[in-house]
């Protein structure tokens, strides 16, 4: 599903935040990606969704070389990829509706399809009720699960988390993660990076290590013990 073959990422200035790295993700596993701060996790997010390309090397997602990808493509790309950050990226004078809503408008889908999308989006995260709140009058945990919805809206394939749960206390923690398994269960190849080791040590999926740029641990296609 995901794969990059000896991808290498050096920023203007020198700054070498990949190194050869090479690694798998099979279709519908859930991996978490671990590593200090500055370790190139979110570079290597970024190179998924072609937010960045590599200075060197391969990425492969769901079967597609990224390498030459003409930028009129990218857009169809990402329709593929759910994306949900750690600070939501909400629009805070928008509706929770209309903040889901919004990759499927960008998208071009009919209204009537929007509504049962967006509401069956919030049905899975448990805010179905919620729909016609402004986000500022949620919870950190609720909206965190807005930006999931928003994120699994258009039923990508691909599911990826960047710290979603670092603002969070490790009850609701491990409640956003279980919302991540739920969505793995039904297919949803899911990465998520993540700071929280003591949350994600007791899960049982596999754990890739970034260290200054390189893969260190978890590069097979195994879930660690």
């Keep these: ?22 690694f798998h993700i099979n279709k519908n596993e859930m991996l978490f990606l671990t590593g200090h701060s500055g370790a190139g996790k979110s570079t290597l997010l970024k190179l998924m969704m072609m937010m960045e390309r590599p200075t060197s090397g391969q990425v492969f997602v769901d079967g597609q070389n990224l390498r030459g990808l003409p930028s009129r493509h990218i857009p169809a790309l990402r329709r593929n990829i759910g994306v949900v950050f750690q600070n939501h990226q909400l629009l805070f004078d928008r509706s929770v509706f209309d903040n889901v809503a919004l990759p ?17 989006a919030l049905d899975k995260v448990g805010l179905l009720s919620k729909e016609k709140k402004m986000p500022v009058t949620l919870s950190g945990g609720e909206q965190q699960r807005v930006g999931i919805a928003r994120a699994v ?15 969070l206390d490790p009850e609701l923690s491990a409640e956003i993660m279980h919302l991540f398994e739920q969505f793995n269960q039904v297919g949803v190849t899911v990465l998520i990076a993540s700071h929280d080791l003591s949350l994600i040590a007791r899960l049982p999926y596999r754990m890739m290590t970034l260290r200054q740029g390189q893969v260190v641990s978890g590069i097979s296609g195994r879930p660690h013990d």
Aim: charged share 30%; aromatic share 6%; proline share 6%.
């Design 1 to 22: 599903m995901i794969q990059f073959d000896n991808v290498s990422k050096r920023y203007e200035g020198g700054h070498e935040a990949l190194r050869n790295v090479s």
């Design 104 to 120: 499927l408008i960008i998208a071009g889908y009919q209204p009537r399809d929007i509504a049962r999308r967006v509401r069956a």
């Design 153 to 167: 809206v258009n039923k990508p394939k691909i599911l990826l988390a960047d710290e979603p749960t670092g603002n």
